[in-house]
């Protein structure tokens, strides 16, 4: 009988295991996650970034990413934010945002637009490169490569005193000789549109050439702190390109 019951309790189960948690659901996660985005002064363009939770991440701004636990960025143009943090879990991706809003710039942009429009906006003024060592400064040029000159406009009689300003003032602003229009700039394919603008443009070549001009979409081919090169494409058929140099006001090309 006696071991009739020892077989008996041999037996029985033991319930012993570890019980598997039970996940965690999206919301729960989102709730782990606790970052802070503020700006260093108060309204103003540079941002602090900061991820307090322990998952990492990719922080994504309208600029760009990070994949720094915490991060400063300068923001451009002023507006109204969502700064997103995707952290990586056990369960995937997990997204938060918050929002943020600028309204003035109180530290130095970073180019290309600081060369433009200067590092806080205040404008840049550009004229007509007519020192530079070329001797070229406004032309036709190769479709297949925009520094090979072949036709320099006779413009005799003409100053070429014009004066192009951008700026940022609540908006993009291009003055140009008192004249004000609008602007805009994609950083990542150097295109620039301008709004009715009314560059040099050599007579004979009015037809084809004004509807190119009317369109006001430019690539700009150099820009630095010194100068600004833009260039107009032209259709396929023509086979070449129009371009405009220009240089900062007040800036002296060296002599060699």
Sequence with gaps: ???????????????????????????????????????????????????????????????GTSNRKNDTIV????????????ATTAGGIATVEKSITIDKLTHDLTPPYSYLIGNLGQGVTWVYAKDHPTGSFWGMVASYDWEEFWWFPDYTGETFDNEFTFTYDKGFTFIQDGVKGTFKLNPSTMELTLNNPHLHMYDLDMGQGQDVMD????????LNENELVLLQKYPADAG???????????????VE
Excluded: H
Aim: aromatic share 16%; with cysteine; glycine share 8%.
């Design 1 to 63: 009988m006696a071991l009739a019951a020892f077989a008996f309790a041999a037996c029985e189960p033991i319930n012993t295991r570890d019980e598997m948690p039970v996940p965690l659901t999206e919301q729960q996660i989102k709730e782990q996650i606790v970052i802070d985005v503020r700006a260093t002064v108060p309204g103003g363009n540079q941002i602090v970034v900061e991820n307090k939770s322990i998952y990492g991440g990719r922080w994504v701004f309208p600029t």
């Design 75 to 86: 923001m451009f143009p002023p507006g109204n934010y969502i700064i997103q943090f995707n």
């Design 215 to 222: 369109a006001g979409i430019f690539q700009i081919k150099v």
């Design 240 to 254: 070449y390109d129009w371009i405009w140099r220009f240089k900062r006001k007040g800036y002296t090309y060296p």
